[in-house]
């Protein structure tokens, strides 16, 4: 038992260490120790059809993020074989494929890699090709819910992986997702107002002119120019402020904002190091 335990850390180890530097050596390590699937990484032979790739990617996010790699069979003992794929597919024709299914937010943490072994110290290995799909744990826009129907993915449902199959989720998972959101202390509706009145600030600076302007010079000189302008033939002209525009430009109220907001951040970063 204790042997067992020991070995499930040490893939549960491995599978880390490729998660968070995902290398070609990381892979080979990977594979050639693994004793099978855990929840957080998945194995698939062949590409599946992408919108089940996309509940998978919503499985997996909807608890922490993971992992899910194309071109490893699953043997009957539940160990993995790595087989390979015959060619890689396209990173823009994933994503297109993938998008239909997914909220822009969970979308945005989704990489994808392509591992080639033209040599490799396991054999296994040697002229395989393999892709990877890593999904980035970002719990303040839980829970991540699917946004189309298509081959097995329903519009609406929320996916988290159980075991090593991805299944919609129940009432305590669902309490677990909520409450992981919770714990991050983010709002969506503070980031949706702000960014709302920062558009209507803007809107509102915008129908007010900075500056007036105004024809210089003695009255004949400025009645030779008003004629000129009127038959479109030129005139001088000078901007003068406009002594009702806000003292603080739209600009330097970003600025401001920007530097709150700095200052905010170090505060807290400094209670973390404490």
């Known amino acids: 038992m204790i042997a067992m335990t020991a070995k499930k850390k040490t893939l549960k180890e491995e599978f880390a260490k490729f998660y968070e ?5 990381g892979l080979r390590e990977l594979l050639r120790d693994n004793l099978g699937e855990l929840s957080t990484f998945d194995f698939k032979e062949q590409w599946p059809p992408f919108s089940k790739v996309a509940r998978h990617i919503l499985g997996l996010a909807n608890i922490g993020g ?26 823009s024709t994933i994503t297109n494929s993938i998008k239909k299914f997914l909220p822009t937010t969970l979308l945005e943490n989704v990489e994808i890699g392509d591992f080639i072994y033209e040599a490799a110290e396991y054999p296994a290995l040697i002229g395989k090709k393999f892709q990877a799909l890593f999904i980035t744990d970002d719990p303040k826009y839980l829970p991540f819910v699917a946004i189309a129907d298509g081959d097995g993915i329903r519009n609406n449902a ?26 991050t ?18 809107m509102l600076y915008g129908q007010i002119d900075r500056y007036h302007e105004r024809v210089t010079g003695d009255i004949s000189e400025v009645l030779e120019r008003i004629s000129k302008v009127i038959v479109g033939i030129g005139g001088t002209r000078e901007k003068v402020p406009n002594p009702i525009y806000p003292k603080e430009s739209f600009d330097e109220f970003i600025v401001r904002m920007i530097e709150k907001k700095k200052k905010r951040i170090e505060i807290v970063l400094d209670v973390v190091d404490i």
Do not use: F, M
């Open 66 to 91: 993971g992992c899910i790699i194309i071109g490893v069979a699953e043997r009957e003992d539940k160990t993995l074989e790595p087989r390979g794929i015959e060619a890689l597919v396209d990173k």
């Open 185 to 202: 202390g983010y709002s969506s509706r503070i980031e949706i107002d702000a960014r709302t009145h920062i558009e209507q600030l803007k």
């Open 21 to 25: 530097n995902p290398t070609r050596e």
């Open 158 to 183: 929320i996916y988290v992986r159980r075991g090593s199959s991805t299944e919609e989720a129940n009432y305590d998972e669902l309490q677990g997702i909520i409450n992981r959101r919770i714990e």
